[in-house]
């Protein structure tokens, strides 16, 4: 549960970081958080064609709490770091620190 409020935390401030000073036209010489926010949002509505705006925007955001959220359980220590117990071949953890979110 760690987990998921640190990415949705994360995607919250992302969001709020990349939207502040938003231009008509992003800068197309570099990446900024404006142009992939605007990437991610055009390609969304251009997937998901005819649906209602506020339907493009709810699937998108669920992808990347979902893709975020999956991609966290990948950085070291996730599900490595926590508490176990000793055995013959070493330490075995039985209960992580943080652990992706999709693991049981």
Known sequence: ???T???A???IVFAQLATRN???V??????SGNGWWEASTSSSRAFWGGSCEEDVLVFRDDFHFILFTNWFGLLPGVGTIGWG???KDG????RP???GGTRI
């Open 1 to 3: 549960m760690l987990v």
């Open 5 to 7: 409020w640190i990415v």
């Open 9 to 11: 935390l994360g995607l």
């Open 22 to 24: 938003m231009k008509q």
């Open 26 to 31: 992003p800068a197309a010489c570099r990446i």
């Open 85 to 87: 117990a000793a055995t």
């Open 91 to 94: 330490f075995e953890v039985t």
């Open 97 to 99: 620190l943080l652990r």
